[in-house]
């Protein structure tokens, strides 16, 4: 068996092991016997005697939240994982561009307007895609000797004013129901996930990752220079178009769901580049699943952990900053 195939079946094995804990733990805990038993009652539509509440609990409050870590996970982790191949860049990821705050200040605006949850996730998607034509617009004018610095500065001064618009719409918005519903979507949180919510989210990122599957093997060219892309019969500009838009549209879907929640994006992708290689073809599915692990394991222990939750995004860093400083070290050591 190849390392890249190995990977891939230990990273399912260990979503699976994933979701029943996360079935299981919580302040209303369910051992294993009672979740299989209760699942196989609802699926084969048989009867059991275990309480009503835990019906109510599993199928109603933690499916969907289950469900919708999974998403965010899988969605920030691809979305990193593609921009990191495009841009040629292994520190990119949605946060660094400013997709995040894009989407952020286009979901903080929808709600200041008072819309519904489906144009909060419009906004969020063309707030993030607004982000990452400013700045790849820039980092295309100025060009400077380093490419990549001039990008990752493009992203932390586009990111940084659009954090000014998000601050001033929180001046401005009513500090007794538009302000706490802000802040503590900015958080980042999956306490208040509603079936409809996962619904258009996952129809937003399925959309957008049927055309990054099976474009898979041309976008491995991107990580090429754009003659030599050229020669090899890809239309360099149109697929980075398509990519950026799928992307783009993952990220907005995340963000519009579980606020925002960094360090996905970026930590993700190296873990299972260390797994299944660099070819993107491999890394997308196995980064899918590593990221997908790995929100729902944060998920799980910010909703078990304390007697009130945490956010996640408190987590995310708490956990990717140590395994970031570990990656520069480990590629320091490699280059000396």
């Given at each position: 068996m190849t390392k890249p195939s190995l990977a891939l079946l230990v990273a399912v094995a260990a979503?699976?092991?994933?979701?029943?804990?996360?079935?299981?733990?919580?302040?209303?805990?369910?051992?294993?016997?009672?979740?299989?038993?209760?699942?196989?009652?609802?699926?084969?539509?048989?009867?059991?005697?275990?309480?009503?509440?835990?019906?109510?609990?599993?199928?109603?409050?933690?499916?969907?939240?289950?469900?919708a870590s999974v998403l965010v996970g899988a969605a920030l982790?691809?979305?990193?994982?593609?921009?990191?191949?495009?841009?040629?860049?292994?520190?990119?990821?949605p946060d660094i561009l400013g997709v995040s705050a894009g989407a952020s200040l286009g979901a903080v605006l929808a709600i200041f307007l008072a819309l519904p949850v489906l144009a909060i996730q419009g906004f969020a998607f063309l707030g993030g895609l607004v982000a990452v034509a400013l700045i790849y617009a820039i980092?295309?004018?100025?060009?400077?000797?380093?490419?990549?610095?001039?990008?990752?500065?493009?992203?932390?001064?586009?990111?940084?004013?659009?954090?000014?618009?998000?601050?001033?719409?929180?001046?401005?918005?009513?500090?007794?129901?538009?302000?706490?519903?802000?802040?503590?979507?900015?958080?980042?949180?999956?306490?208040?996930?509603?079936?409809?919510?996962?619904?258009?989210?996952?129809?937003?990122?399925?959309?957008?990752?049927?055309?990054?599957?099976?474009?898979?093997?041309?976008?491995?060219?991107l990580s090429l220079s754009d003659d030599e892309a050229r020669t090899l019969g890809v239309n360099v500009t149109?697929?980075?178009?398509?990519?950026?838009?799928?992307?783009?549209?993952?990220t907005a879907a995340a963000v519009a769901i579980a606020g925002v929640i960094g360090w996905i994006g970026l930590v993700i992708p190296h873990a299972a580049r260390m797994l299944a290689g660099p070819e993107f073809a491999r890394l997308l599915p196995v980064t899918m699943l590593l990221g997908a692990t790995f929100m729902l394991a944060v998920d799980t222990v910010a909703r078990s952990?304390?007697?009130i939750e945490i956010p996640p995004g408190v987590l995310t860093a708490l956990l990717?900053?140590?395994?970031?400083?570990?990656?520069?070290?480990?590629?320091g050591?490699?280059?000396s």
């Open positions: 979503l699976l092991a994933m979701i029943l804990i996360a079935f299981m733990v919580g302040r209303f805990a369910i051992s294993p016997g009672d979740l299989l038993t209760l699942l196989w009652a609802k699926f084969s539509s048989g009867t059991h005697a275990l309480p009503a509440n835990m019906e109510t609990v599993v199928m109603e409050i933690r499916g969907p939240r289950i469900f982790a691809a979305a990193g994982a593609t921009y990191q191949n495009m841009f040629k860049n292994p520190l990119v990821s980092g295309s004018v100025v060009r400077g000797r380093d490419p990549i610095l001039t990008l990752i500065l493009s992203g932390v001064v586009i990111g940084t004013l659009l954090g000014s618009g998000i601050a001033l719409i929180k001046y401005l918005a009513d500090p007794y129901n538009q302000l706490p519903a802000i802040t503590f979507w900015l958080l980042g949180s999956l306490a208040s996930i509603a079936p409809a919510d996962v619904k258009w989210a996952a129809l937003l990122i399925v959309v957008s990752l049927v055309p990054l599957w099976f474009l898979r093997w041309r976008i491995n060219l149109r697929l980075r178009i398509i990519v950026v838009a799928c992307a783009t549209l993952m952990i304390a007697n990717g900053t140590p395994f970031f400083i570990w990656l520069l070290w480990r590629a050591r490699r280059q």
